[in-house]
């Protein structure tokens, strides 16, 4: 079991750009939750994404949006980029519609420049 | 709003030595708590988990109580490792949140030989 797998691992974008992050959620699991972790800092909650659809969102700007396919994947979308975007994002997922506990992945370095 | 507070770090130990990590929460209903944990480069792992007030998670070592009654959520070790080295995330996870997560601030464990 590959467990969480996320991509790319790192990246670096400029100030106003455009940026997807995707995740792959461990076999077996329906529901993937993003996260936003600043350096020193506790995840911060984005949003989770179940049957393809948004089922709770955090106190993110709609520059923040998301998609999940049928396969479970998801995609995390960040448009505009600020420089205090830089964060390390982090998928989870997580069976039964998220009622048991999240696996995350390894997460993916984002630098704004 | 719902929250979770963190002893502040960084937390210096020598090795052998007996580890607490203090966690308090604020949050309506029966949460269920979380004590994960993140090695340097990587995500973040489930250390343990409880699930009811009075309710013990334990794992490799590591044990933490549901204390309802003082809103804690306290990890707790009695022979820490050089290995053990790491950043601690207490969370919780609201009884009809579905899986989300809000994270402490971590806590910073280093252990010397």
């Known amino acids: 079991d590959a467990g969480v797998t996320q991509s790319p691992t790192h990246l670096i974008k400029t100030r106003g750009q455009q940026v997807t992050l995707r995740c792959s959620p461990k076999s077996g699991h329906d529901t993937v939750s993003w996260y936003q972790q600043a350096l020193g800092q506790g995840p911060q909650f984005i949003f989770q994404y179940y049957e393809e659809e948004e089922r709770q969102r955090g106190n993110f700007p709609d520059r923040f949006s998301g998609h999940q396919f049928p396969n479970y994947s998801s995609e995390l979308n960040v448009n505009a980029l600020l420089l205090g975007d830089s964060a390390l994002y982090l998928c989870?997922?997580?069976?039964?519609?998220?009622?048991?506990?999240?696996?995350f992945g390894q997460g993916t370095r984002l630098t704004v420049v | 709003g719902d929250s979770v507070t963190q002893m502040e770090g960084p937390v210096t130990l020598s090795e052998e030595a007996f580890l607490t990590i203090n966690c308090t929460y604020t949050a309506t209903g029966y949460p269920s708590l979380f004590w994960y944990v993140q090695y340097p480069g990587e995500g973040l792992q489930l250390l343990l988990k409880?699930?009811?007030?009075?309710d013990k998670g334990s794992n490799k070592g590591f044990e933490a109580t549901y204390r309802k009654e003082t809103t804690s959520f306290h990890l707790e070790k009695g022979s820490v490792q050089v290995s053990d080295s790491a950043v601690y995330f207490c969370a919780y996870a609201g009884g009809t949140s579905y899986g989300k997560l809000t994270f402490g601030q971590g806590t910073i464990l280093t252990v010397h030989p």
């Open positions: 989870a997922s997580s069976p039964a519609g998220g009622r048991a506990e999240a696996f």
């Open positions: 409880a699930t009811k007030a009075d």
